[in-house]
């Protein structure tokens, strides 16, 4: 009993790390392990479509480069939010936080455009050939996964227009909510170079 | 020693009518977010599920007991084998192991609750409705044969099988479906084993403390982690070809057969480890109780299972020798695979160090486990055999595979089940399963095991292939199918006198205490069972024997580290 009471010295009192920030980085460890699976794959097929539309006849850089800013520049935005936040400005924060979602719902409707463009004009579809079956599989769930951020940073939006963020409470929540945001951005640096610069090679040359 | 003990609760409280009570008591139970009633749901769940597969297993053994028999035909059987396999890996072992790791996980590292307890219990009903839907397929899904076909696939799920032309109706989308949202819950619940390791240890519980069987849960999730999301990828992928036309692995319109392969295994042997790795994790804790030793060779212990969860991400290939991945690729996943059993053996060394020169006691539980590392050599073993690639070409599919990895998952995580069922058990409940009823359900399964899988190693080496219906007579295969079937109905005596032993002892079973085992690690400090919060004061510990240290104060361990 007494070992039990004594403070001994190699007994540490502080809680060393914060569940928040280690659910948030398991969560994006295990959205990494699901992406690779999809880009490994993607990696695999490429230059493996004899028949139907090509990557380099259906794919062009001018809309998706522009995506593609929004998208990464809105990972600086929301990392001014978040300071914003830190220093208790709420106006600003919630300025960049619509610039940020702004930017991000750019991102989504410029993919929209995008994929309607390829199935109206190109005729590239998810039947089409292996092709049109990784690029609208990789490029569509990493949408589907920007979709889930801009809930989660519309989500922290309203609430802070409804007051119920507290800068002093809530910067570290909401600060971990945007890794995820983060995350994203990283995944579609890979999806980018993979598929309008890697996957862009002539047939029958694989990269 | 009456330690941070809470009110003992045996007693049913009083309510308004039999009824009403019962419903009350369903609600409870249906909303809670407490980890430890979460994880009785999960391991009873598990079970009636381990009882569901059981059956299964049971009518194929019956099917082959005799050579041309014709108990089932060859569409039930595909269906039997394929439910069988799926049912055990996802519906009984993750839910059983992950089960004991979320009741004993805050209790040993001395929490109140898991991370995230209301993601825990979000992680339980999805797996459970996971299951439920992987099991209307007998009655909802549409198949070659019409309504109420099961899957038919295998648990591997092979392209191009799997494809709209060789898997009509929509049976095989109920298994992608099940497994899938059942994923979704391990997923949740290997979140939250890492986030309450990492973040909820008590003071003094560094790492390097923790009981034996956080560091195996710890490894689980992160392999959990890595696995279950390449599994739900390949199997979005295999839904995206047999809803919307896709191409990933459909041969004919230039997809790749293999690719499923790889994908499926990168899960796959990963998988085989999340199933092992808890129930290493059971032999670590019971076997030092039992032996009056602590654990020989700590450091070293958690040092191998680090080593075993990478080492286990490069070793899938292994199932793939037959397919020709040529010989580059065959030596590498050989020698990988030659070199997971140096960690492994590691651990069968430390356990016999553990024994050696101990007080052994031969409770239930130590008989499971010792059972355990016996039946699991042997499986090793022959995984030896089978990493030799020259080997597999000769063995592969047949039974004798079948007989290997039963005795890691059935010689090996079922013993280990039940050991710690045997041994958690009085912790959960408060009261002690019966002793003697235990060891028969011992003998009887270590028996029936023995019977039923020792010859599947002769019929296969005789070239008896998995997953046939039947069999002609006279390929010499006979007598040793006979003996297989023979141990099943041995078997089930076993499972129906533990199941009787459950019932029988929560209503007047000996009443445990704390602390039934003389045991040392921290779940043992409160009450049997714990409170809702389990510690009335959060303990501290100096050591990794928390309670040795309280029970002998003048010689405690952290002298000695």
């Known amino acids: ?207 | 020693m009456t330690i941070g003990s809470g009110h003992s609760s045996l007693a049913p409280l009083p309510g308004p009518s039999p009824r009403g009570r019962f419903w009350e008591s369903v609600m409870q139970w249906a909303i809670s977010v407490d980890h430890k009633k979460l994880a009785m749901m999960y391991i009873g769940a598990g079970l009636i599920f381990f009882l569901v597969g059981g059956i299964e297993a049971a009518f194929m053994r019956l099917q082959l007991a005799q050579a041309g028999n014709n108990v089932v035909d060859p569409a039930t059987f595909n269906q039997l084998f394929t439910m069988h396999g799926t049912t055990m890996v996802f519906l009984v072992g993750m839910p059983i192991l992950l089960g004991f790791g979320n009741y004993l996980i805050p209790l040993m590292v001395g929490a109140r609750d898991m991370a995230f307890p209301r993601l825990n219990a979000f992680g339980f009903w999805l797996f459970i409705f996971g299951g439920l839907l992987l099991y209307f397929s007998y009655v909802g899904a549409d198949g070659l044969y019409g309504a109420g076909t099961a899957p038919d696939v295998g648990w591997f799920a092979y392209a191009p099988l799997t494809s709209r032309t060789f898997s009509r109706g929509n049976s095989t989308d109920y298994w992608i479906l099940g497994i899938m949202v059942s994923g979704f819950g391990s997923m949740t619940t290997a979140i939250n084993f890492i986030a309450t390791i990492l973040c909820m240890r008590c003071p003094g519980m560094k790492l390097m403390r923790m009981p034996m069987i956080a560091w195996m849960m710890l490894v689980v999730a992160f392999l959990v982690l890595v696995a279950i999301p390449i599994l739900t990828a390949a199997q979005a992928m295999l839904l995206f070809d047999r809803t919307l036309g896709a191409h990933f692995f459909d041969p004919e319109t230039q997809g790749s057969a293999i690719l499923w392969q790889h994908l499926f295994w990168f899960f796959g042997h990963p998988e085989v480890y999340i199933l092992i790795l808890p129930a290493f994790g059971f032999v670590s804790e019971i076997m030092p109780t039992f032996s009056r030793k602590v654990i020989f060779g700590y450091p070293l212990m958690v040092a191998a299972t680090v080593g075993i969860g990478f080492i286990s991400l490069g070793v899938w290939a292994h199932h793939m020798f037959v397919v020709g991945l040529g010989p580059v690729l065959d030596s590498f996943f050989g020698a990988t695979t030659f070199l997971i059993s140096v960690p492994t053996g590691i651990k069968i060394f430390n356990w016999l160090g553990t024994m050696w020169g101990g007080r052994l006691q031969f409770t239930t539980p130590m008989l499971f486990v010792t059972g355990f590392v016996a039946m699991f050599v042997i499986g090793g073993l022959t995984g030896i055999m089978l990493a030799t690639v020259p080997m597999t070409w000769q063995l592969s599919d047949s039974y004798f595979v079948v007989g290997h990895f039963h005795y890691v998952l059935f010689g090996g995580t079922v013993f280990g089940i039940f050991g710690a069922l045997f041994y958690w058990f009085p912790k959960a409940t408060g009261r002690l399963l019966n002793e003697r009823l235990g060891k028969w359900t011992f003998w009887l399964l270590f028996i029936g095991f023995t019977l039923t899988f020792m010859p599947m190693h002769i019929s296969g080496a005789l070239g008896m292939p998995r997953r046939i219906y039947t069999y002609e007579v006279d390929r010499g295969w006979e007598i040793w199918n006979l003996i297989s079937s023979i141990g099943v109905p041995v078997q089930m005596a076993g499972v129906a006198i533990f199941l009787w032993n459950v019932v029988r002892s929560l209503r007047k079973g000996e009443v445990a205490g704390d602390d039934p085992w003389d045991a040392w690690t921290l779940e043992w400090s409160t009450s049997s069972p714990p409170p809702e919060w389990n510690f009335d004061r959060i303990p501290t510990c100096t050591s990794a024997r928390p309670l040795w240290d309280r029970k002998h104060p003048e010689d405690p361990d952290a002298h000695y580290e």
């Open chain 1, 1 to 207: 009993m007494t070992a039990l009471n004594a403070t001994t010295s190699n007994v540490r009192l502080t809680a060393p790390l914060s569940r928040a920030k280690v659910g948030m980085a398991c969560l994006i460890f295990m959205e990494s392990a699901f992406f690779s699976a999809f880009l490994v794959t993607y990696l695999y097929y490429i230059g493996k479509s004899p028949d139907g539309p090509q990557p380099l006849e259906c794919l062009e850089l001018n809309l998706v480069l522009i995506n593609s800013v929004c998208l990464l520049s809105s990972s600086i935005t929301v990392v001014l939010a978040v300071r914003s936040l830190a220093r208790g400005a709420m106006g600003a924060f919630r300025l960049w936080l619509a610039v940020t979602i702004l930017l991000g719902l750019e991102f989504l409707l410029g993919t929209g455009y995008e994929w309607w463009g390829l199935i109206e004009d190109k005729g590239l579809t998810i039947q089409s050939n292996a092709f049109g079956t990784n690029f609208y599989s990789l490029v569509g769930f990493h949408a589907f996964h920007v979709l889930i951020g801009l809930i989660l940073l519309i989500g922290v939006f309203i609430l802070s227009l409804f007051g119920f963020i507290n800068p002093a409470r809530d910067h570290q929540r909401v600060d971990v909510a945007t890794w995820y945001w983060h995350f994203v951005d990283v995944v579609w640096i890979l999806v980018f170079t993979l598929v309008y610069i890697v996957g862009r090679v002539p047939q029958g040359a694989p990269a």
